[in-house]
């Protein structure tokens, strides 16, 4: 029937890394499984992680930086092929609006090499302008726009017995991700460069750390780290502005959610 956990598949990004694959999320409920983004390595650490990509139930687009979105053709290519394990049940994928014509324009490059069958792939385009939501099966998610490119989206889930995980994207500091983040159970955060190092669009510990305290949130994960984040004390920056349950991501590591 599956697990009920929230498992951090990638905490890198695009800079090749034999520790960190690029970021990337699993949220599982039984059955039903959302991928947070879905960059280089991501499909491997699903199987790390005891997870066949046929099983996907929904990804989640936080933006379309190729970090983010770099096995979505793969994701397609490996859904069709080979015939005896192509994929028959439906999935979905979530995203800003332009999710369409993305898939369109790499429609265009790869041919029917990623065209799929009609009705298996539903694509849903959430507002960049305001929050929005959808679910997955008896999971709730909101969505609301961060500050980092037009496609930005940070995602909230809902899990039936109310645990909630929050998960930031990429972003620099903004009203909406304190909002998204309130009151959470898990908050997964990027925090790409150290306090030092600071660059516009993303966050550093201690900036993540704010938002967390500001947000109430009971528990703080720190990912999407640059490999400066590698030899900065980045718990230590973090705690400058947060007291709370804190865990630097590592890839697989895992959190179960309470049924």
């Known amino acids: ?26 949220i599982e409920r039984g059955r039903t499984k959302l991928v947070l983004d879905l960059g280089a390595g991501t499909m491997r650490r699903l199987l790390e992680a005891g997870v066949r990509i046929s099983e996907v139930t929904q990804i989640l687009f936080s933006h379309f930086h190729p ?12 859904t069709k092929y080979p015939e005896n394990l192509r994929r028959r049940t439906p999935f979905r994928i979530v995203g800003a609006p332009g999710l369409r014509d993305l898939y369109e324009k790499l429609k265009g490059a790869y041919g029917d090499w990623i065209v ?13 302008a305001g929050p929005d939501r959808c679910s997955a099966g008896e999971l709730e998610i909101v969505s609301l726009p961060m500050n980092h490119i037009t496609s930005s989206l940070g995602y909230r889930v809902r899990f039936p017995g109310g645990f909630s995980v929050a998960y930031s994207g990429d972003t620099d500091y ?4 304190v909002r998204l983040a309130e009151g959470t159970d898990l908050f997964i955060c990027e925090s790409a460069f150290p306090d030092d190092q600071k660059v516009s669009g993303h966050l550093t510990p201690s900036l993540a750390g704010e938002i967390a305290t500001r947000a109430g949130v009971k528990r703080l994960v720190l990912t999407h780290f640059y490999p400066e984040c590698d030899d900065a004390d980045i718990e230590g920056q973090c705690r400058k502005s947060y007291t709370g349950r804190l865990d630097p991501a590592q890839d697989l590591m895992s959190f179960d959610v309470p049924p």
């Open 1 to 26: 029937m599956g697990k009920n956990r929230v498992v951090i598949l990638g905490s890198g990004t695009v800079v090749p890394s034999l520790r960190r694959s690029t970021c990337s999320v699993l």
């Open 67 to 78: 970090d983010h979105t770099g096995e979505f053709v793969s994701f397609l290519f490996a």
């Open 116 to 128: 799929l069958e009609e009705g298996l792939m539903e694509i849903v385009e959430l507002s960049n």
């Open 174 to 177: 903004c009203e909406n991700l």
